[in-house]
């Protein structure tokens, strides 16, 4: 069968050939730069500390999750530089032609909420730069627009940073490439400034990173602390930042060189940058608690602090190019490759990714953002978590079952080996799947409302490890099935 006549196939979901794959391991960790450079990543101890977490002890978890979850990162990422198949094609090979629309789905639709909610971050620091340049007072509830819940300049300013998010959809995939590869040193040299601005005016390393300082960030209500009880959890949700990401990065190494370079490039892009950008957010705000008496973990709240109108302009520019490199790569590839595997013939990557911005304004994710804390760490991440169960059946079936073989030509092919019986459906992996999620629910559910849910104590018990329990479960129910049906066979 011709690959190009497959009802399975386009040019965006095909293997890449051996001349396009051009990145290197450089190209590999400017992509990292640029999509851990964000707000949420310089917050992320934030939630750790006021749960009476010694920063030392935040900054750690941070690292160890960071270092854990690149272990699968590699792993699936494999299978994209060996064959230049991207990852719901992938997802073929384990779930069917056809069911793996259902894992390529869970993690699109979730990409598609970031997506709104870093476009929001992005058009509020567009906003700020031109109150900051114009000297006009920030709009307040009394100017919100009726239904929108914007001012006229809010939603305008939105709306601005989404088309700058759609033009780069349209120019595709390799203008992905040459926006990370520019801002990366940009963004570090931008981190690096902020944290030299906080180490001269908040005194030194020694006093923004005394005991007593950080004490107050934690606020005078803080709780106990007690490690053992808070520590799983968090390494949990910190695993689970990423854990999307681990499960399509064949969509970005589809174009390395070769293993090494997206190796190298993934371990030298990943940890350090988030470890350096988390230790920046700590001591910077650290140093609003010496400088302005009080803990300022919002950077756009914090640049709208300082008095030069210029600074503040080109310090809320650099924060729009941040969140723009993390919003194209982490949150536009995945969903826009996601929605065309649904029918690759009337949907590209560009249609896609299209559909991935009408959803993310539609969303109305300012909205969310006025609980950020609640979405992030515990929608947004809790839902990642069960995403671990994809990752157990992608990790299990390339490695344990297939042993890294894939027939690339039967990937497109509607009736070929991967259609299970012209069904284009793997029961096992669904029954797999099911398995590794169904044990984390009541646990979400429980988080999700604040305990309204009441559930028994083991199930909130097994959430802590959620996404190392469904991913686990579902590896093992998926092996145990499928050498089953072949000893069987």
């Known amino acids: 069968m011709n690959l190009s006549d497959s009802p399975l196939y386009n040019e965006d979901l095909a293997p890449v050939p051996m001349e396009r794959r051009t990145w290197n391991r450089w190209h590999i960790a400017a992509l990292w730069v640029g999509m851990a450079v964000c707000i949420p990543t310089y917050t992320l101890a934030s939630g750790m500390i006021a749960q009476g977490f010694p920063w030392k002890t935040a900054l750690f978890t941070i690292v160890l999750a960071n270092v854990i979850v690149l272990v699968p990162m590699m792993l699936n990422a494999h299978a994209g530089t060996k064959y230049g198949i991207p990852f719901p094609v992938l997802l073929r090979a384990s779930f069917g032609t056809r069911a793996a629309n259902v894992p390529a789905l869970m993690r699109g639709f979730v990409a598609c909420g970031w997506f709104g909610i870093q476009t929001w971050i992005g058009g509020s620091a567009i906003y700020m730069t031109l109150a900051a340049l114009f000297g006009f007072a920030p709009a307040t509830a009394a100017d919100a627009l009726p239904f929108i819940g914007l001012s006229a300049g809010q939603f305008a300013c939105f709306l601005a940073f989404w088309a ?101 490039g993934q371990a030298i892009g990943l940890p350090g940058t988030m470890a350096l950008y988390a230790f920046i957010g700590i001591a910077v705000t650290s140093a609003t608690v010496v400088v302005f008496g009080e803990a300022i973990w919002d950077p756009v709240v914090l640049l709208g602090r300082f008095e030069s109108p210029v600074l503040v302009a080109l310090s809320l520019v650099a924060l729009a190019l941040a969140t723009l490199s993390t919003n194209i790569a982490a949150n536009v590839v995945s969903p826009a490759n996601d929605f065309s595997n649904l029918a690759p013939r009337r949907i590209s990557f560009r249609t896609g990714g299209l559909i991935t911005a009408g959803i993310g304004l539609a969303i109305m994710p300012w909205r969310l953002y006025n609980d950020l804390s609640a979405y992030i760490f515990t929608w947004m991440i809790g839902y990642s978590t069960l995403l671990g169960a994809i990752a157990g059946v992608m990790l299990a079936d390339y490695y344990l079952v297939r042993r890294r073989r894939l027939d690339v030509d039967a990937l497109y092919d509607p009736n070929g080996a991967y259609s299970f019986g012209g069904t284009g459906v793997n029961r096992r992996a669904l029954v797999a799947l099911a398995a590794g999620i169904l044990p984390c629910v009541p646990g979400f559910l429980a988080q999700a409302t604040n305990g309204a849910i009441d559930v028994p104590a083991f199930f909130d018990a097994l959430y802590a490890y959620g996404w190392f329990a469904s991913l686990f479960i579902a590896g093992a129910v998926h092996t145990a099935l499928a050498r089953r049906a072949t000893a069987s066979a």
């Open 164 to 264: 700058i998010n759609v033009a780069l959809i349209l120019a595709g995939i390799e203008s992905i490439k040459w926006l990370e590869t520019l801002s990366a040193p940009f963004l570090i040299a931008v981190g690096l400034g902020l944290l030299a601005w906080a180490v001269k005016a908040g005194g030194g390393f020694d006093r923004i990173l005394d005991d007593a300082v950080i004490s107050q960030m934690r606020g005078a209500d803080a709780p106990p602390f007690d490690f053992w009880a808070l520590f799983w959890p968090n390494l949990t949700a910190m695993v689970g930042f990423w854990a999307t990401l681990s499960l399509n990065i064949p969509d970005f190494t589809r174009y390395a060189k070769s293993q090494r370079e997206q190796v190298l």
